[in-house]
């Protein structure tokens, strides 16, 4: 079916992808999710195919948004999978109009079905035909952005662990930086802190797209989070725990001095466990 | 044919229960059999000590040697003294405990060692016969064991309030350790060479011709010292005064192996030189505390002054433990090994005076007295084996590695801030000159476990991937989706950049390659095709020469 | 427009058998997709996901290390790895900014089951690989 909905009433996995699913319950549940829209698999292999009239449905709804658009991948079958599929599919940030959305969206769907995603897929065990489908949100510039994991993923502990850095969440997901690194007790107790050597950060241009600059160098090795955002952050966690359960993995953003969840999935495989 | 000549297979296991590391850092070179037999209990001793003063949770940390190489490994503190340990963190970190430590050192510990040393290394040890040589060898082991005791006992008085320090600072201003550790300066000038005696030296050479004139000639270093040393009046008696002092300080390193500063008169002149011409007063360090004060939060700025304090207080003890303790015992043991050594040589019973420092006191004594003791041969071969081998050609661990780190929730504060404490102490002080170390071995953020060894290949954009064939390693600055495709070739991963939550940290776990991420400079310091072991355990990277 | 143009497919050998409807259906299937120059596109020893057809630029094959020849404009490649869900057998990089027509195997190999003039055509550019291989 092609079809889409706004985040708020995403709720079938088999069309829009846990990832999908798993904001749109974010967002029923009060979670800070910035806003957008969800696209079905068969909605981004129609505009793949260069359907016209997929590609006006698609601009149509993700007028209202406004500004640059940030475009993420959901893969559609992840669920029951014994992996995390990091890095397998693409997030597209910046995208500044519908008509670069086109394109972004046909390079998601090939992202999909890319010969290093049919391996990844048929090493986790799955062998049938992928079909991702995407979430398009307004896309946010934050001062400090990066990954959280719920359980500590090395050692299997039961605390948080943080990395962050500045600007775009990116630079800490696609490993750019040695981000700071937190560990944080369940309780809110703070048991390490370490400054990381955060060189550049990920911005978005105004014409679309992201651009690596470098960061200022009294930063570079400034923590970016203080003792209120790592309480803020701790209280995301709880939350997340409370709707999706335990050992999760999530993105998230400070910017305009609002703490914003970007991605929230399951974390598959963690050490010392 | 001795034993010692046949060819046997070197064979290093663990030398005791638990795990096992080298310190390359304190022991680059492999130890004598002295070493060997003096160091492990009177290091434990003190390490023992300090473990308990200070309520660690650990039992201490005991060092052994296997074929000469030493390894080390931290004891666990006994399960039923934690409860008093909490507790006296606690005392320790209100009390400020440390203070009694320094006054204990600067009122007793130290004066009695140094009046020791002197009193030790005023016997002319060629004057003695044999039967009161091999008495005066074991009297100076004896002081240099509890030497050995005493510097360890010391140890963290000397960084616990550094720690403190670089730990609380640290997080109210985001400066790093290395810049903190700046703020240092001037606090111990021992670390400088400074003390009375040399002041008193340089003193009394700037106001004295005829010293200045020596001092500027170009003849043999030995003569040199000779003549300013038999100065008439002030000066020669500063100068006396001053070699008295340093004179059997080893210059570097702690085994007897190790020459002591008289015996390199060229270094010890250059080092007096230096001190006459230099007009350095103590650094502006007092502009640079100020600055980084401001940079601290006005609620914590009454903390910073009073931590502050306490690091610099303290600072100085890192040096003067060592300096006033075993590296002058050694120097006094060594001292007293060549005269015997040179006594033994002329008499046949070696081929060389150095090669006693290869044997034990038993066997110094039974060579002396004449009851036995090793052979010239067998010495000789010590000696060679020693001066062959390094800690690079031994396994870099030994034993069962440890389990994770327990869960540290549940911990009283005050336990709690003196593990960060040292932590950070141990990292930043000593970390520095443990870079120099290893050169062949880098660290980074253990992001993946698992050991593998295996070739490396320097691939920096997807142009490259064509190199990596199955079983590689990869070494590039960070992976982006892009290398993806390289994945089920790879045997390990290493980056410069990325933390343990990067997609390539997370994807090496879920393939099950080791990794190691976070390095900064794996790029630069890996060749491409060397053969690496990747530690994904120990986040370290080894490069095989 | 939904897929390939049809005039891009016109020329292409392996479709040379085809008459215009059936033609027109076949163009449906392809998506576009573009590689800038100097990407891999295939890497020998991975699994396979798409076939792809050429329009516009050039691209190298290379096996083990060695170049073996280039492709352009009609030529296509990456069906083996689809055809017996092997491995990939060679590796493909484009030499400049590459335009291209992909299928993946759930719409490759409907094409080719259903469809017994590609397959025909498919079959004797294989067997052209076959004898160059045995050949080198």
Redesign the interface.
């Known amino acids: 079916m092609r079809v889409l909905l706004p985040l708020t009433e995403v709720s079938d996995t088999s069309v829009f992808g846990s990832k999908a699913v798993g904001l749109g319950q974010a967002v029923r549940d009060g979670l800070p999710v910035p806003p957008g829209v969800a696209l079905s698999g068969a909605l981004v292999e129609?505009v793949?195919?260069?359907?016209?009239d997929a590609l006006a449905l698609v601009a149509a709804a993700v007028g209202p948004l406004g500004g640059p658009l940030a475009v993420r991948s959901s893969a559609v079958d992840e669920d029951g999978a014994e992996?995390?599929f990091?890095?397998?599919h693409?997030t597209l940030l910046n995208v500044p109009s519908a008509a670069e959305l086109g394109t972004a969206l046909?390079e998601i769907?090939?992202?999909a079905?890319?010969?290093?995603?049919?391996?990844?897929r048929?090493?986790?065990g799955l062998f049938t035909?992928p079909s991702v489908a995407v979430v398009v949100q307004a896309l946010l510039d934050p001062e400090c952005a990066?990954?959280?994991?719920t359980r500590n993923?090395?050692?299997?502990?039961?605390?948080r662990?943080i990395?962050a850095s500045w600007g775009l969440g990116e630079a800490?997901?696609?490993?750019?930086?040695?981000?700071d690194?937190y560990r944080v007790?369940?309780?809110g107790?703070v048991?390490e802190?370490r400054?990381?050597?955060k060189r550049v950060a990920i911005r978005s241009l105004a014409a679309g797209g992201t651009v690596e600059e470098d960061v200022a160098a009294e930063l570079v090795?400034?923590?970016c989070l203080d003792d209120a955002r790592l309480v803020e952050l701790s209280g995301l966690a709880r939350r997340c725990e409370e709707v999706y359960g335990l050992d999760r993995?999530v993105e998230w953003a400070f910017a305009d001095s609002t703490l914003y969840l970007l991605q929230c999935r399951g974390v598959?495989?963690v050490?010392?466990s | 044919m001795t034993t010692a000549e046949t060819a046997t297979e070197l064979r290093f296991e663990p030398p005791g229960p638990g795990f096992w590391e080298q310190d390359p850092v304190h022991f680059p070179r492999a130890l004598t059999r002295y070493w060997t037999e003096v160091h492990p209990a009177a290091f434990v001793a003190g390490t023992a000590d300090f473990a308990s003063f200070y309520g660690m949770l650990m039992g201490g940390l005991a060092m052994r040697y296997v074929n000469g190489i030493a390894y080390k490994t931290t004891l666990p503190a006994p399960e039923e003294e934690i409860p008093q340990r909490f507790a006296r963190a606690d005392a320790v970190m209100t009390g400020k405990l440390w203070r009694d430590q320094l006054r204990e050192w600067d009122e007793s510990a130290k004066p009695a060692a140094i009046a020791k040393h002197r009193e030790l290394q005023s016997v002319d040890p060629s004057a003695l016969s044999d039967e009161e040589l091999a008495e005066y060898l074991e009297r100076c082991r004896d002081h240099h064991a509890a030497m050995i005791t005493q510097h360890m006992r010391y140890t963290a008085s000397a960084i616990v309030p550094t720690g403190d320090f670089l730990a609380h600072v640290g997080d109210w201003t985001g400066l790093p350790p290395s810049e903190l550790l700046g703020l240092m300066r001037g606090a111990s000038p021992v670390s400088a060479g400074a003390s009375a005696e040399l002041e008193r030296m340089v003193g009394a050479i700037r106001s004295d011709s005829r010293a200045q004139e020596l001092l500027a000639s170009d003849a043999d270093p030995a003569a040199t010292l000779d003549a300013l040393a038999s100065l008439e009046g002030d000066t020669g008696a500063a100068v006396r005064e001053y070699l008295d002092l340093v004179g059997n300080r080893l210059l570097d390193g702690f085994d007897i192996a190790e020459p002591s500063a008289l015996e390199l008169p060229d270094q010890l002149l250059r080092t007096i030189r230096a001190a006459v011409e230099s007009e350095a007063g103590e650094p502006d360090v007092e502009a640079r505390a100020v600055a980084v004060r401001a940079q601290v939060p006005e609620e914590h700025r009454d903390s910073f002054d009073e931590l502050f304090a306490e690091a610099r207080l303290l600072y100085r003890l890192r040096d003067e433990r060592g300096v006033y303790s075993d590296i002058w015992a050694a120097g006094i043991m060594r001292r007293a090994t060549l005269s015997a050594g040179r006594r033994l040589a002329a008499a046949g019973r070696l081929h060389a005076p150095e090669h006693l420092l290869d044997a034990d006191v038993g066997e110094m004594r039974a060579l002396l007295v004449g009851s036995g003791g090793p052979s010239a041969d067998e010495l000789a071969a010590r000696a060679d084996y020693r001066t062959t081998h390094s800690p690079k050609d031994a396994p870099a661990t030994l034993g069962t590695p440890p389990a994770p780190p327990p869960d540290s929730s549940g911990l009283p504060p005050g336990i709690a801030r003196l593990m960060r404490a040292t932590g950070i102490a141990m990292g930043a002080v000593f970390g520095s000159s443990q870079e120099e170390h290893d050169e062949n071995r880098l660290r980074g953020l253990a992001a993946s476990p698992g050991i593998y060894e295996g070739t490396a290949r320097l691939v920096s954009s997807p142009a490259e991937f064509g190199r990596i064939t199955q079983g590689d390693v990869l070494v590039t600055v960070s992976t982006s989706e892009a290398f993806n495709i390289l994945l089920p070739l790879l045997g390990g991963i290493v980056t410069d950049s990325g933390g343990l939550l990067s997609h390539s940290a997370i994807v090496a776990r879920e393939y099950g390659i080791p990794g190691v991420v976070g390095t900064r400079e794996a790029t630069a310091r890996i060749a491409d095709g060397a053969r690496v072991r990747v530690d994904g355990d120990a986040g370290e990277v080894t490069t095989f020469a | 427009m939904p897929g390939a143009p049809v005039d891009a497919l016109r020329t292409v050998p392996l479709f040379a058998n085809l008459d215009d409807e059936e033609l027109a259906q076949v163009a449906l299937l392809f998506k576009t997709r573009r590689f800038p120059a100097g990407e891999t596109i295939v890497k020998e020893g991975t699994d396979a996901a798409a076939f792809f057809l050429i329009e516009s630029g050039e691209a190298a094959v290379s096996v083990r290390g060695s170049e073996r020849r280039s492709l352009g404009p009609g030529d296509h490649f990456g069906e083996i790895a689809l055809i017996d869900e092997g491995v990939r057998s060679a590796t493909i990089t484009a030499t400049t900014d590459l335009a291209c027509y992909g299928l993946t195997l759930w719409e490759f190999r409907p094409l080719v089951v259903e469809n017994g003039e590609v397959g025909w055509k498919l079959l004797q550019s294989v067997a052209l690989k076959l004898r160059n291989a045995e050949l080198s």
């Open positions: 129609a793949a195919s260069d359907d016209g992996a995390s990091a890095g397998q693409l046909r769907w090939w992202s079905n890319s010969d290093s995603a049919i391996t990844y048929k090493r986790v035909r990066g990954v959280m994991f993923p090395v050692t299997g502990a039961d605390e662990m990395e800490v997901v696609a490993g750019l930086v040695i981000p690194s007790r369940r309780d107790q048991l802190r400054a990381g050597l090795e400034k923590l993995d598959t495989r050490g010392g």
